[in-house]
């Protein structure tokens, strides 16, 4: 495992001076893109993703449609300037793995039987780069879906949680990420109380795992509100 | 034979007979490949893959100048089944690759501090290649079965100013545990472990723990296009915890 130079928890607080439950800064904005079906952009902290979706569209070649519904594609994509070492753009297996784990975390959530034939594409673009990305990703795309008119069972709400200095933590920044025991990213349907996403890597006893599952709900409840507040803000009636 | 499936597993049967906390029968073979410096075939019924280690020079990673590389890569090769296709990895791939990759790594079996040649500049990196020979279902459980005996069994080629001489070893391959991986699949209120192909095409969704010798859990990745409660988390766990043990009995 790599090791950090510096202590990830000192005196009860983190590296950024969060407490272990705390999430960080969180903002979103709606309708960025205004090409797009539906668009967003979230950041916790410095981590930053724009999400849009295109569709329900039109899908050829013919032989890639499905008869009884609609199709789902995510393509989850790193700016080459989002990360100390310059990232390529071509998709590397990383890239490709999260746009699978993100698209399953999505699709428990969208009637895709209401539009055969078609495809709904959701495009995640990470503009900056501080750990978390996909969880941050998968909040702006479920907003995206929502404002693209996608009818949804719920929205789909994430967050990362790990075990840092021995610490169980919310929401990882990169240093985190890179250096902690171990981390989970997690994805919930809050409404329906059902996991879509839940990934883990590091080692963690059973107790620990389980303790972390329960600070990722707490923590996707608080995100879940801010969502709904971003919505309503746009569609609210003005005087 | 989808509905076939569902409608057996409400009567609490399985398509081949077998309870649902039941492995299809496992057949491991060692050393199947002499030209590779370790290897395995593994079984699950008729699913088998083949995993082959090779070991090459290679400078270390910048943030772990003085530890060895592991590389994982799959390959799903287009005899195993009409649904593979020839070209480089596809995502189902890519994934089982780094979820094996991610069992290994974090349970920290393999020393990897034991394979530094010259700190920042040359170290061992190990290769292991799976290649799926056939597909009946519950790849990643076999692959990540064929990888670690494989592993086990790997010999240190032999360095003479600093060349690799074939064929010539010192020493093994330092492996000190056993992450075994569990697959529980959920099909309606079901929970199976070891999913055939045929119940792999009903599986709402899946669930891989990686599990250490001292039941320390190393990796989990949530498969399927369905959700999942939280009670089945809970005991999709203790299932994975369970069955390791099992499991991990047949690794030498």
Not at chain 2, 81 to 109: H, M, T, Y
């Amino acid at each position: 495992m790599k090791k950090s130079e510096e202590k990830l928890i000192v005196k009860g607080k983190r590296v950024d001076g969060r407490l272990p439950e705390e999430l960080r800064n969180i903002e979103i904005k709606v309708d960025v893109i205004s090409r797009a079906d539906g668009s967003a952009e979230v950041a916790f902290g410095n981590t930053r993703v724009i999400a849009s979706v295109y569709g329900p569209r039109a899908l050829y070649p013919k032989h890639l449609q499905e008869y009884e519904s609609s199709i789902l594609r995510c393509r989850y994509s790193m700016a080459p300037f989002s990360v100390d070492e310059r990232k390529s753009p071509v998709p590397d297996r990383r890239s490709i793995e999260l746009s699978k784990v993100i698209r399953l975390a999505l699709e428990p959530a969208i009637f895709l039987e209401d539009f055969p034939k078609t495809a709904i594409d959701v495009f995640l673009e990470v503009v900056q780069a501080d750990g978390s990305t996909r969880v941050t990703g998968i909040n702006a795309a479920s907003l995206a879906l929502a404002l693209a008119g996608i009818p949804m069972r719920d929205l789909v709400c994430a967050c990362s949680v790990g075990k840092v200095d021995g610490t169980l933590v919310v929401d990882l920044n990169g240093k985190e990420d890179n250096f902690g025991e171990a981390d989970v990213a997690f994805a919930l349907m809050p409404s329906k109380n059902k996991i879509t996403l839940l990934q883990m890597d590091g080692l963690l006893s059973k107790e620990e795992l389980k303790k972390l599952i329960g600070m990722a709900k707490e923590a996707c409840k608080k995100i879940y509100e801010l969502q709904k507040k971003a919505l309503r803000e746009k569609y609210k009636v003005r005087e | 034979m989808e509905s076939y499936v569902l409608e057996l597993l409400e009567k609490g049967k399985r398509i081949d007979g077998r309870k649902f906390d039941e492995f299809r029968e496992i057949r491991i073979e060692e050393n199947v490949v002499q030209k590779a410096e370790g290897s395995a075939s593994v079984w699950l019924g008729e699913t088998h893959v083949i995993a082959g280690v090779k070991l090459e020079l290679g400078t270390p990673y910048a943030d772990s100048p003085d530890q060895g590389v592991l590389i994982v890569n799959a390959e799903f090769t287009p005899l195993a089944s009409p649904d593979f296709e020839p070209g480089p990895p596809g995502e189902d791939a890519i994934e089982l690759a780094r979820v094996v990759d991610r069992g290994i790594r974090e349970s920290e079996c393999i020393e990897l501090e034991k394979l530094c040649i010259t700190p920042g500049e040359k170290v061992w990196c190990i290769f292991v290649d799976i290649s799926i020979l056939n597909h009946q279902g519950n790849l990643l459980d076999a692959s990540a079965l064929a990888s670690l005996v494989a592993l086990r069994n790997t010999r240190i080629p032999k360095l003479e100013e600093d060349k690799i001489i074939r064929g010539e070893y010192e020493g093994k391959l330092p492996v000190r545990y056993k992450p075994i991986n569990i697959t529980v699949a959920k099909i309606g209120n079901a929970l199976l472990i070891d999913p055939s192909f045929e119940e792999e095409k009903v599986v709402e969704s899946k669930v891989s723990v990686g599990v250490r010798d001292d039941d320390k859990i190393c990796a989990i990745q949530k498969q399927g296009s369905k959700e999942i409660s939280f009670e089945e988390i809970d005991k999709i766990l203790d299932l994975a915890l369970e069955k390791s043990k099992e499991i991990r009995k047949l690794v030498k």
